[in-house]
C-alpha cells in the first residue's frame, strides 16, 4: 500500500464551550478576592500597628517583656493577655487532643458502618452551636462544677480553667473528623499487612495506622490550636475581663480576644492609643496563627506517606 492510500490523519480541536470559561473565571476570581481580601488585612493591621509602635510612649522592649497591660496608664506589656491565651489555649488541647484522637481512632477502625454513620454527625453537630451558648455553658454549668471539686475559695467565679475546658469541647469535633479522615485515608492493605502478621486491632491502629496518617492528625492539632487562640466569645464570658498575669487557672485572666472585644465596645476615640493597641494585639494574633500554618506545612510534607 502507498503512502498516498492511507487515511488522513484525524485533528483533534478543543471544542469552544463558552460555560466551562465562565465557570474558571468566576473560581480564579473568588480565589482573587480571598487573597486580596488576606492582604487588605494585613496592610490594615500593619498600618495601624505602626501607628502604635510609633508613639513615644511604646517600646517594642516593654510590648514583649513586661508583664503589666494599661494603656490608659503608659504600661504596654503584652504578657497578661498572652499568657492568658497559651494557659486557655493549652486547657483546651489538652482535652481535645486526647479525646478527638482516641474518637477518631475509634470512629475509623473499630465503629460498625451504622454506629460510624450515626456518631460522626452527631459529633459534629457541636461544631455548630454558636459559641455564645458554650461561654455561657463554661460560666453556668462548668465553673460551679470545679467550684464543687475543688472549692469556691479555690475557683473564682470567672477563670480561665472553665473557659479552657469548654473551648476544649468545642475544638473536638474539629480534631476528630479531620484526623478520622486522615486515618481512612491510609490503604486497607496496611490494616491487612498488619493483621496477617498476627497484631491485634489495638497495634495495628497505633503502630500501623496511626504513624501513617501522622501528617493529617498533626496538620488537624495546629488547625485546632489556631481555632483555640482565635477564639473570642467563651474567653470574653468566661474567663475573666481585666488584664491579670497569673499562672493559676482557677482565676480571672483576660485574653487578647477577650480584650478586643470587650475595649472595642466602648467608646475609644480614633488614633487614640488605646484604640491603636487593638491593632497591635491583632497583629500579634496574625503572626501566631500564620506561624502555626507554617508549622503545619511543614510537618505534613515532612511526614507525608505516598502510597502507590
Known sequence: MGVDNFPPMLVLRRRSRPGEWLIQGFLLLCALLSILTTLGIVVVLGRESWLFFGDEAVTLSEFLTSTTWQPAIGHFG???????????????????????????????????????????????????????????????????????????ETVEIYNTASAGLVMGIMIL??????????????????????????????ETSTQVVLPAALSGISAAIILGISRAIGETMIVSIAAGAGPSFTLNPFEAAETMTGHIARISGGDLSYNTIDYNSIFALGMTLFIFTFSLNLISRIIVERFREVYE
Request: glycine share 6%.
Open 78 to 152: 503584652v504578657w497578661p493577655l498572652l499568657n492568658a491565651t497559651l494557659m486557655t489555649t493549652t486547657i483546651a488541647m489538652l482535652v481535645a487532643i486526647p479525646l478527638g484522637l482516641g474518637v477518631a481512632i475509634y470512629l475509623s477502625e473499630y465503629a460498625a458502618p451504622h454506629v460510624h454513620d450515626f456518631l460522626k454527625p452527631t459529633l459534629e453537630v457541636l461544631a455548630g452551636i454558636p459559641t455564645v451558648v458554650y461561654g455561657y455553658f463554661a460560666l453556668t454549668f462548668m465553673t460551679p462544677l470545679l467550684q464543687n471539686l475543688f472549692g469556691r
Open 173 to 202: 469535633p474539629l480534631i476528630a473528623s479531620l484526623s478520622e479522615d486522615a486515618l481512612r485515608a491510609v490503604p486497607r492493605s496496611l490494616r491487612e499487612a498488619a493483621y496477617a502478621l498476627g497484631a491485634t486491632p489495638l
